[in-house]
């Protein structure tokens, strides 16, 4: 048997497999594909405040193996997810964690207390890392002092697991997850979107209309894998690995890399059910080659 | 009216093709029970061994056979996908997430005392799901007036299927077929005054079509193609924005009453 | 009759087409394929002051829409090109310019006084930005203060064209661009790879001898397209667009978004006489869009 | 030998098939006319409708016929693109850059005086460019002898080709054709005492053949598959480590003399 349970901290899942935030909804649209209860977690929609309708349409736009979105955080804001979310969720038989966003501090630090008083949500993610909203977002996550400064409010506040969701977009990302790690960060997710953008040729227009947004898929897996890969050497506290993650094979590179746990995202919409069987392919995985548990996949990339 | 059916991921076979230079007509057949589906649900189809295309295609269920777990799609070739969906070989195997999205509304099955006059105005590709929402219609007793449109005559798809439920008028824009010019243009709009429009095509042409709803004070759905990345409700990429705010055409929708829009 | 021609200050290209560096060898490997008098111009391999082996085998590893190389740089030296390739690629009927890599400035500077003096080479590319040697190489292209300098120096001995690479490694490359501006450059290419990583899941091994290696082809489209952008705003200078450019559109959304001309990379390996089919594809864009010459593509992307 | 012939980028169209569980002999024809190739040259093939192969991919030449036009490709299915090629159907077009790399040197046309011996060494897919020189070695008048390695009797493929060009030895691993052991095992490697070793086959098995030819003082060369991404001395990706330091398997390769190589 094949234990396949990690623990990221004090927060324990039956499976490395986590569903990214903004790919998987609140959970519910995926329950007529696969049955969320044999996965590790999910991590819910952005959450902020107050309610944002997020940016104009179009949002979307396919690129080579993978896609831009210009979102922009829609969501009806906290106070609703308590009251109209949370009850049809909180019996998901799986980790749900709730990804916080906002454009001030403040916005964090009250979004975080919010959610601490939910029994059922054993920790949040911390979005710093957004390129789709004008204020806030991404800036948290590329400017060493407010990332320093959000990290340690929401820290003095929230008391359950604080995952920090890191951006890609910066030159040094190390330095970035050091200063989250030091403001007592209990995990680090990584990637978020690279900042990438598309032109209609022929209209002559950007495809967004935002014109910049956030790339995902398969083609950004080798600058995530590389950024786990920094990270994971340069800080103690459990890496989870995000970026075009599609198959049994990709988690396996991640946790390599030194993943303790990954996160499926844009995968989720092409192959509803991929978490689950990613899950079964790590057991598998780590039979054919004697690995007892998953743990012992972490950062156990052999280098010559 | 709203989707009841599980969602699910089902292999298709392709069972038997029509093609032209633009477009093909495709029924695909499955091995499990077709799950219930609704006119104007879509279906999301994922294209194999096409580079070019990451994401699965939105198509319009064209017609159904459950008995037989038998599904049409009417595919306009205008990219990567569709031209490779379309070019597909007989017995190719395709990958389809399905039912998705609400269903144009049907009315109370006809009465004698009282039968609603309903036109079904299509554009172009635009006709695919009305098809199958001519034939939910004359199960309820109605022989709807169909007017389509088309750049020209190549345009005007399935003709002779329409004709089976309803009168069917015609314009190309090169007056190759049926009178010349828009289809809001045609001269059956002056002299009808329906109960009920359904409407699906190019957006300009769906607003052209609302404009004359509202002025006709006549009751009307059109059916939405905004680009989506899942089609289940999950990325929220296919907003539309309503009098609700932002909705997700791929749950919300794609059917949509004029009334929530803001054209 | 389209006017291809386009100026990048004093140096004018026939046409907005130029080929990589690393990617077109010098040349000679592709005259079996196509004419390169029919494209704008060459940047030829990477040259250093002295010779250098490059990294060990294995240096290549594809990657989804791309590839991910760690060649570093292998080349004969700066002056085994002056005196054996040279005088065999001296006459193309094309720009030939010398993409040019160092570990301190003074490599920087005494390649390019070297380079100064052959006649029929009307510029240099300075390789800042090269993620695949240790010493130098990127390093200049990710800190402010290095770039600084090495464009400062090389500007003060260099007197013809200067094109100075980017490396898109960086929270903001519009920081950078600026800087090589104020230095003098005369042109900005961008973008270098990607810094990736790749590992085979199944021997648990990186793919690349480096572990990590520069990521290439329409996979960076998305994130190349951005950065022109936003430097295209930043500054004045000619900005030349680089990035999974393997088709007439490609190119032709470089030029809407602020390119002033372009170079294919990784699709000469796929297609050796892809260049020349882009030169033609834009004279055909121009065509049916009604633009009289390419110059007017450039920024000509509408934003409502 | 050098390649002094021109790099073409050319289509084929897929002639003839003969597919196995692992592998499939490939015969392509084109309407050009076929440059002329020498044997241990390669071509670059594209796969196309492949998502997960972006560059392409360098298989030997098996054989030739320059009087058709045609091309034999013996391809074995190890990963995404050589599955996809060897999945095509018959009629499939294939885009191939060609010849490319340097020949196996061949000895001078034979003398009664003066025959020399020679063996050729393959291991499983490593026959393929072997079958196209043991005919330009039979044209010179030579009848070499062909020792033909692999895990069980699906591995060794073409014997019957080889057989008629000269005497043919088999090893497999799992002893269901031939001696049982790997190649460098087989009794015959102790007999003969051959002037001139070709060998091709998986990286160890070369290395292996290395030594024995060392230890036999023998001439032999060598054919490497190092990972390529252009094919034509553009990327520098493919270097060998040799006694002129790092070159280009693609350009100076494949084919080695062992005196060039570090093993
Ligand atoms: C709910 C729904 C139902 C649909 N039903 C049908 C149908 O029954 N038959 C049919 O042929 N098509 C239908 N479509 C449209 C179809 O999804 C697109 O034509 C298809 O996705 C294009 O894919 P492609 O790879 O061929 O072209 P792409 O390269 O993706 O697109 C080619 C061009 O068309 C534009 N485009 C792509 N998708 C859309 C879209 N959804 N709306 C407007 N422009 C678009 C692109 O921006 C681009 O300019 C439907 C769309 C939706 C959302
Ligand atoms: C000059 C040359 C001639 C060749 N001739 C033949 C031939 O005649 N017939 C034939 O079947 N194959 C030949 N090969 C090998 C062939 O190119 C590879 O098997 C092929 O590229 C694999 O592609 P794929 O997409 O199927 O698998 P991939 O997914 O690319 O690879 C599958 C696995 O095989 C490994 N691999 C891929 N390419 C190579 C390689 N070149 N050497 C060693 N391991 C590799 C990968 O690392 C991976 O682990 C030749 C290679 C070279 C360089
Ligand atoms: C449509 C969409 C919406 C997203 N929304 C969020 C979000 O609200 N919060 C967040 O932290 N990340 C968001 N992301 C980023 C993903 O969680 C993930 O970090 C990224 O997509 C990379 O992973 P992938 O390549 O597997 O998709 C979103 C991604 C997509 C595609
Ligand atoms: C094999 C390879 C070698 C390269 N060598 C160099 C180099 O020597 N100097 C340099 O400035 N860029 C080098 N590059 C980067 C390319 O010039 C180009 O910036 C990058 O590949 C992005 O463009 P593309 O996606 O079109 O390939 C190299 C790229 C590849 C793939
Ligand atoms: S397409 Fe994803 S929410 Fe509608
Ligand atoms: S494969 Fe590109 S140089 Fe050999």
Redesign the interface.
Known sequence: MVDLSVQLKALRLKNPVMTAS????YGE??L??MDVSRIGGIIV?GTTIRPR??N????????????L?A?GL?NKGVHYFVKHIYPRICDFNTNVLVNVSGSTVDDYVQAAEIIQELDKIPGIELNVSCPNVKEGGMAFGVSPRALSLVVKEVRAVYKKHLMLKLSPNVTDITELAKIAEDQGADSLSLINTLLGMAIDAENRRPKLSTVTGGLS??CIKPVALRMVWQTYKAVKIPVIGIGGISNTADAIEFMLAGASAIQVG?A??????VSVSIAEGITDYCRRHGFKSAKELTGSLIID | MSSIT????LDFILYEKEEWANSALMKFKTTEVLPEIFPGQFVQV?IE????????RPLSVNFTDRENSCLWLLVQKIGPGTRKLAGLALNSKVNM?LPLGKSFTLPEPAKDSFQQQIMLIGGGIGTAPLLFLSKSLHERGYSPVFLLGGRSAADILQIDQFRLYGKVYVTTQDGSMGERGLVTEHSILKEMQPDRMYCCGPKPMMQAVASLARAKNCWCEVSLE????????????????TTQ??VCTCTEGPVFNINQLLW
């Open positions: 903004g790919t998987f909804g649209e995926y007529d594909f929609k309708e997020g104009d349409y179009p949002r979307m736009a396919e690129t080579a193996s993978g896609m979105n979102v829609q898929g398969p844009t989720n919409f092409i192959d509803p059910g | 599980n969602k699910q991921v994922k061994n096409s580079p070019d295309t990451y994401l699965r997430i905004n680009l989506m990345a899942c089609g289940f409700g999950a990325c929220l990429c296919c907003v539309e924005k705010g932002h």
